[in-house]
């Protein structure tokens, strides 16, 4: 029978910690009110959500529920009574709801590239710019984590223990199903993986998308965000996407033909902004319009060199 009232007990304890993860966002950025100061720290509670009747009987656990702390030890700032900060809540090493103005690397639903600080027989620890490290488990790793290696993850609520995590499972919470985007739409990109037709990357923070290996010129990373441009949706709701204006997609294939030229010709060839529109024909088959547009557009990218007698190109390849 007493093993049945401490169930019961940890499970209400568990009810009431979550509604109050709920109430102060765990996870997330927040703007709370200063409520008391004590030797400890500073009491916070949520200035959108009404107080009690002050006739009303409270009891302390109830009004302990209402608040959290912000440690002395994580604000350079001394509020007073009633100043309204922007803290972001994670729970402290004892798993205690707290806040702090120290700012980390992800947030609730969002990816970034951490570093593991150490690993031990639970998963890893990643750095994520705050003073308890942030876990991974080992069934939420897809390759065995190391310290010092860097990983793209997701954080997220483990629901059955109302704590904060990441993940590396980051196919698990992208989605091409409910698509409001259209073809040569701006979008934010984070890219995530290289793959043997390019670049897996994430779009808008929620769907799944790929950058083609030919549509990238310069070095990209994991972790790395970046602006794109939607190219094609395809009937299974894959995304094709560009690093550039979509406008841009219809010279490529003449800025290959360039490159290529090029190479033939030992990486210099005898064309510039000025020469004569048939011998650009004559040679690349394409109007001086487009040949200009095309070396303009490389030069940009730094692929080429442009001179008074010549192109040249540059020999830079984009890193793995």
Same mark, same amino acid.
């Given at each position: 029978?007493?093993?049945?009232?401490?169930?019961?007990?940890?499970?209400?304890?568990?009810?009431?910690?979550?509604? &109050?993860?709920?109430?102060?966002? %765990?996870?997330?950025?927040?703007?709370?009110?200063?409520?008391?100061?004590?030797?400890?720290?500073?009491?916070?509670?949520?200035?959108?959500?009404? !107080?009690?009747?002050?006739?009303?009987?409270?009891?302390?656990?109830?009004?302990?529920?209402?608040?959290?702390?912000?440690?002395?030890?994580?604000?350079?700032?001394?509020?007073?009574?009633?100043?309204?900060?922007?803290?972001?809540?994670?729970?402290?090493?004892?798993?205690?709801?707290?806040?702090?103005?120290?700012?980390?690397?992800?947030?609730?639903?969002?990816?970034?590239?951490?570093?593991?600080?150490?690993?031990?027989?639970?998963?890893?620890?990643?750095?994520?710019?705050?003073?308890?490290? %942030?876990?991974?488990?080992?069934? !939420?790793?897809?390759?065995?984590?190391? #310290?010092?290696?860097?990983?793209?993850?997701?954080?997220?609520?483990?629901?059955?223990?109302?704590?904060?995590?990441?993940?590396?499972?980051?196919?698990?919470?992208?989605?091409?199903?409910?698509?409001? %985007?259209?073809?040569?739409?701006?979008?934010?990109?984070?890219?995530?993986?290289?793959?043997?037709? +390019?670049?897996?990357? /994430?779009? !808008?923070?929620?769907?799944?998308?790929? *950058?083609?290996?030919?549509?990238?010129? #310069?070095? *990209?990373?994991?972790?790395?965000?970046?602006?794109?441009? /939607?190219?094609?949706?395809?009937?299974?709701?894959?995304?094709? *996407?560009?690093?550039?204006?979509?406008?841009?997609?219809?010279?490529?294939?003449?800025?290959?033909?360039?490159?290529?030229?090029?190479?033939?010709? +030992?990486? *210099?060839?005898?064309?510039?902004?000025?020469?004569?529109?048939?011998?650009?024909?004559? &040679?690349?088959?394409?109007?001086?319009?487009?040949?200009?547009?095309?070396? @303009?557009?490389?030069?940009? !990218?730094? &692929? /080429?060199?442009?001179?008074?007698?010549?192109?040249?190109?540059?020999?830079?390849?984009?890193? @793995?």
């Amino acid at each position: 029978m007493i093993g049945k009232y401490r169930y019961i007990l940890s499970e209400v304890t568990y009810l009431i910690q979550k509604r &109050r993860s709920r109430m102060f966002h %765990l996870g997330q950025y927040q703007i709370l009110k200063v409520d008391e100061i004590s030797d400890f720290g500073y009491f916070l509670i949520n200035p959108d959500i009404p !107080e009690p009747d002050p006739d009303e009987e409270r009891t302390e656990e109830e009004r302990r529920a209402r608040r959290i702390l912000l440690p002395k030890r994580l604000t350079p700032k001394v509020p007073k009574p009633g100043d309204l900060l922007r803290v972001f809540v994670y729970k402290d090493n004892e798993e205690r709801l707290t806040a702090t103005l120290q700012e980390p690397l992800i947030t609730l639903g969002g990816f970034a590239r951490l570093e593991a600080r150490n690993v031990d027989e639970r998963g890893a620890w990643l750095k994520w710019g705050l003073d308890k490290d %942030l876990f991974v488990p080992y069934r !939420e790793q897809t390759v065995k984590m190391v #310290e010092g290696g860097k990983y793209l993850v997701h954080l997220y609520i483990d629901d059955k223990t109302d704590r904060l995590a990441a993940t590396a499972r980051i196919d698990r919470h992208l989605q091409n199903t409910d698509l409001s %985007l259209a073809e040569g739409q701006q979008v934010s990109l984070i890219i995530w993986k290289k793959t043997d037709l +390019g670049y897996n990357v /994430i779009i !808008e923070g929620k769907h799944k998308g790929l *950058v083609y290996h030919n549509d990238i010129f #310069e070095p *990209v990373h994991s972790g790395e965000e970046r602006t794109g441009y /939607i190219q094609t949706i395809r009937e299974d709701v894959n995304l094709d *996407v560009t690093l550039r204006p979509v406008g841009y997609r219809k010279i490529e294939p003449k800025a290959g033909k360039i490159l290529e030229a090029l190479d033939e010709e +030992g990486g *210099v060839l005898l064309l510039h902004d000025k020469s004569d529109p048939d011998e650009i024909r004559n &040679r690349l088959q394409m109007s001086k319009k487009t040949f200009k547009q095309a070396i @303009g557009r490389l030069y940009k !990218e730094g &692929r /080429i060199v442009i001179t008074d007698t010549h192109i040249e190109r540059v020999n830079a390849t984009p890193e @793995g």
